[in-house]
C-alpha cells in the first residue's frame, strides 16, 4: 500500500540553524501539506501546497519558513534559523484531491537545542 | 478558532469492552468528517469517514455516528483491544482550508 515517508525520523540542531524536513509523498496525490505538533498539544495546519505554489498557510508559517517540490517527488519544510519553540513533530500529508482524507507520514521529531 | 471539539480528554476501558468517543461540531454546514487515530510517535492515522447523508457508517469493529440535528459525532469500537490504544481525532475537511483538528481523546485499554 503506497504511504508517505518522511526523512529523517529525528534531527537535532542547534538554535540558529537551517533545517531541512523531506517528505516523499504518495505518487499520484497532487495536495500536499505540513503540521506540526508540539509535545503534549494538538496537531497545527502550517502549510498547504498544490500545483506548485502555496495555497494556504497558517500565521505559524512565517518568514522563517520555505516550502518547496524541487522534483516530482519530494516536498520539502526549511525553518531558515531555528528557535527552541520550533522544536516539535512535523508531519506532512497528501492526498489525491482536496475533500478527501489526508495520509499522513510518521513525522520528523525536530529538537532545537 | 476551532470547529471541532471532543467531550472528553481521556478514556479508559477494559480489553474486550467497547469504547465510545464523541465530538461536536459547530458548523451545520460541515458535510464531511472524519476520525483519525495517532498512536504515540507516529502521525495521524485514517480510520473512518462519513458524510451528511448518512447517519452511520461501518467499518471493521469500528462504526461511526452522526446526530446533525445536535451535531455531534461518536466512534465506536468494538472489542477494544491494546493495540487501539492512542489518541483520536476527530476532524472536519472543510473544502479548499486547513483541517483542523481537536485535541483529541486519549483511549487507554486496560488487559
Known amino acids: 500500500e503506497p504511504e508517505v515517508t518522511q526523512t529523517p525520523s529525528h534531527q537535532v540542531t542547534q538554535m540558529g540553524q537551517e533545517v531541512i524536513l523531506r517528505c516523499v509523498p504518495i505518487s499520484n496525490h497532487l495536495y500536499f501539506y505540513w503540521y506540526r505538533q508540539i509535545l503534549g498539544q494538538k496537531v497545527e495546519f502550517l502549510v498547504s501546497f498544490y500545483n506548485n505554489e502555496i495555497s494556504e498557510k497558517s500565521e505559524i508559517f512565517d518568514d522563517q519558513f520555505s516550502v518547496e517540490r524541487p522534483d516530482g517527488s519530494n516536498f520539502t519544510l526549511k525553518i531558515r534559523s531555528t528557535k527552541l519553540e520550533d522544536s516539535a513533530m512535523y508531519f506532512c500529508a497528501s492526498n489525491p484531491d482536496s475533500y478527501n482524507e489526508q495520509f499522513f507520514g510518521p513525522g520528523t521529531r525536530l529538537t532545537v537545542l | ?111
Open chain 2, 1 to 111: 478558532g476551532e470547529s471541532v471539539g471532543l467531550h472528553l480528554p481521556t478514556l479508559s476501558v477494559q480489553e474486550g469492552d467497547n469504547s465510545i468517543i464523541n465530538c461536536a461540531y459547530s458548523n451545520s454546514a460541515s458535510d464531511y468528517f472524519i476520525w483519525y487515530k495517532q498512536e504515540s510517535g507516529k502521525g495521524p492515522q485514517f480510520i473512518i469517514d462519513i458524510r451528511s447523508n448518512m447517519d452511520k457508517r461501518q467499518g471493521q469493529r469500528v462504526t461511526v455516528l452522526l446526530n446533525k440535528t445536535v451535531k455531534h459525532l461518536s466512534l465506536q469500537i468494538a472489542a477494544t483491544q491494546p493495540g487501539d490504544s492512542a489518541v483520536y481525532f476527530c476532524a472536519e475537511p472543510p473544502r479548499n482550508t486547513p483541517l483542523v483538528f481537536g485535541k483529541g481523546t486519549r483511549l487507554s485499554v486496560i488487559a
